[in-house]
């Protein structure tokens, strides 16, 4: 794993040998494009001067600054000067595998599941690392790099280890000040996430929802936005963006079918949606990222190295 497996297409970023996570250290000068992935990434600047261009707008970067961005997120960088990046980014097989359990976490369920979808923020969640977490959180960001030089087979559990350890520090100063929970998440709230998650066709109702986890609607929308800041069909109005846009990059498939795929079968309605979460079109969307020969690989697909 000497080479970094992330490459890009286009103006799309991939996982080019179905690595599950990997970090790095990127130095860019003046201006690095506009650009999507199909991963999670973790930015943390360390050095130089920059301006984060996303959805959210113009953000001057400073030493310390962490941008967490969701798969299908655009954004990019401009007036670097000598910008100096660390990079982690994980897939989301990982996700829904071996880190499931974060999800129920208070600290880490906000960072990774809820906090980029709450109050607006589109799949993006921003934070600034004191110094004496920045060190920690590079601690643990240099040795993931380390083992992109050790064989997967062997070291799985330390790259899954290591990745756990930098985004609990970073989950405790992201959430410094957030109300995201005192305790851990209500049993019913991750069920609830699962069953939208696993069947986001599906014209799921709070009603329904709710007989199926034997609560009563009130109640579980309470227990929903206390966990998650958001109530549960809105949390699947953006799993639903989100499917759709890893949709529109990896598949050949219509809008409009894809609309009809995450539930949105009204093409208008799916196309206010869109527009709504990521600033563009579907069609421009996928114009400007995709391309049709990538696909995301999975870990078991992947040809083992090292």
């Known amino acids: 794993m000497a080479e970094p497996p992330v490459e890009s297409s286009h103006a799309m970023l991939y996982f080019s040998d179905g690595s599950l996570a990997y970090a790095g250290h990127y130095l860019h000068e003046g201006q690095h494009p506009v650009h999507t992935h199909s991963f999670v990434e973790v930015a943390v600047m360390i050095g130089g001067a920059g301006v984060h261009h996303s959805l959210a707008g113009r953000q001057q970067l400073e030493v310390g600054d962490v941008v967490l961005l969701r798969p299908g997120v655009w954004h990019g960088y401009e007036e670097c000067e000598r910008l100096d990046l660390y990079n982690c980014c994980f897939s989301t097989e990982l996700l829904q595998r071996e880190l499931a359990w974060t999800r129920a976490d208070p600290l ?37 790099d380390r083992l992109r030089f050790s064989p997967i087979s062997r070291h799985r559990g330390d790259i899954i280890g290591r ?113 709504a979460h990521y600033g563009l079109s579907a069609s421009a969307y996928r114009s400007r990222f995709t391309h049709n020969s990538v696909r995301l690989r999975s870990w078991d697909a992947a040809p083992q190295r090292g």
């Open 108 to 144: 880490l369920g906000y960072l990774l599941w809820t906090g980029p979808y709450s109050d607006q923020r589109r799949g993006i969640l921003t934070a600034r690392l004191s110094p004496e977490v920045l060190a920690e959180a590079v601690d643990h960001l240099d040795a993931l």
């Open 163 to 275: 990745l756990s350890l930098f985004l609990s520090c970073l989950a405790r100063a992201v959430v410094d000040g957030v109300e995201a929970g005192s305790g851990q998440t209500h049993p019913a709230v991750v069920d609830a996430m699962r069953m939208m998650e696993a069947r986001p066709a599906h014209q799921w109702t709070l009603t329904e929802l709710a007989e199926a986890l034997h609560l009563a609607p009130g109640y579980l929308v309470r227990l929903f936005k206390s966990a998650t800041g958001l109530p549960p069909m809105a949390y699947l109005s953006r799993h639903r963006v989100e499917v759709a846009a890893a949709r529109l990059l990896h598949t050949d498939d219509t809008i409009s079918r894809i609309g009809e795929s995450v539930g949105w079968p009204d093409q208008n309605y799916f196309a206010r949606r869109f527009r």
